[in-house]
């Protein structure tokens, strides 16, 4: 009985401390791993696995056509016997369009297919972007309502040290009447920012499926040379000018013969007695088509596909356009609220000074505590303002990154540097 004791100990010892021990923690990139298997980004995939299939479908040939029938039977008197040209008829086609448009056709799916991953690859940027602005948010968030919390603190000691000035004879009614009004608005941000909390942890459960629990990575503030060939938005724009050339590859094609080849046997009845002696018939046919009706026909629609690829070509450039612009003015407002972190930064680092002289006034009797206090309070605004404007830098400078491809790889800054 003693080893098997020993054996329920054991596992009751691994049991206890396989049900309490911390579960393996979970990092950023578990993170944009889940993301690469987002419902969005696999519904796009599975749309360029489609093109890619329907690329190959191209290359095959139609279904052939079968027929089985009969030719030149009486009405009067139906029967495979009476009369010679009566035959049972069986046979098929198959119809041979011709290659050349075929494997234009697959081209044109593939290069959609291409497209298609293209634009999985771009959504799979932007979802790292709204998770990167989420977790920046979200420590904000959370930062700011510890802030505010503390600033009641302060409110009820402001209270307080008035209630000790009024014992003593002077007249601060007014003031209670003020820090009641901040009071009420700190309250109201503090309910704000739960609303958001809330907000944010929803977007986090669609995005990744539960809430992070993880540190917030570096986010560099890229530098982008106005390269447009290296942003997604403008690729996804080019890969439509390409499509639009092999529907003009297609329209060419047209002008070429398609082919077909058909085969009939007749089985013939000799008739009584022999009377319609003979054998058996088929008949074989070789087809091509000819481009006779060209000028109103196929030239037309070759004409219409090179006007679909000027207008991709016009399309790109406006796209192009539009996207250096874009991110001009990303790159202005990521730096700004750069610029707004060092200034505020630098508020912060004053207030802590105005506080120390407040403290050391209030401690040599020259001024009173509310003096602290309210400094203290002015300085936690500073702060909250700093968690937000620290959250907007991060979260625009995931936007700007967001833009180039492989924005996140060691050649990225080389190529936008050419």
Known sequence: MRPFRIFLTTTAVIATFAFHAPAFAETFEKYLERLSEHPQIESILAGSEALKFQAKGELGLPDPEVMIGVDNVPISDPAFDRFLPTSKVIGFSQAIPNPVARGAKSERFEQMSEKQSLIADYTESRLRFMLISKLAEYESVKTQTKLIKRQLGHYRELENTFKGQIESGQSVYQRFSEVD??????????????????????EFVRLVSNVPDIDLPEIPDLEWAENARVLYPVLIASEDIDIAKKDVGIADAAFLPNFGVSAIYKQREDGERGSFSGDDWFSIQAKMSIPLWAESNQKPKRQAAIERENSAKFAYDDVRRQWEQIMRSLKSNRDAASKNVKVLQDKDWAMKKKIDAAQRNYEAGTDNLDAVLFAKIDRLNIQSQLAEVKASHISRSAEFNSNIIDAYTNNTSEEMSE
């Open 181 to 202: 009004v901040e009071r009420a608005e700190a309250e109201r941000k503090l309910n704000d920012l739960e609303a958001r909390k809330d907000s944010i942890e929803a």
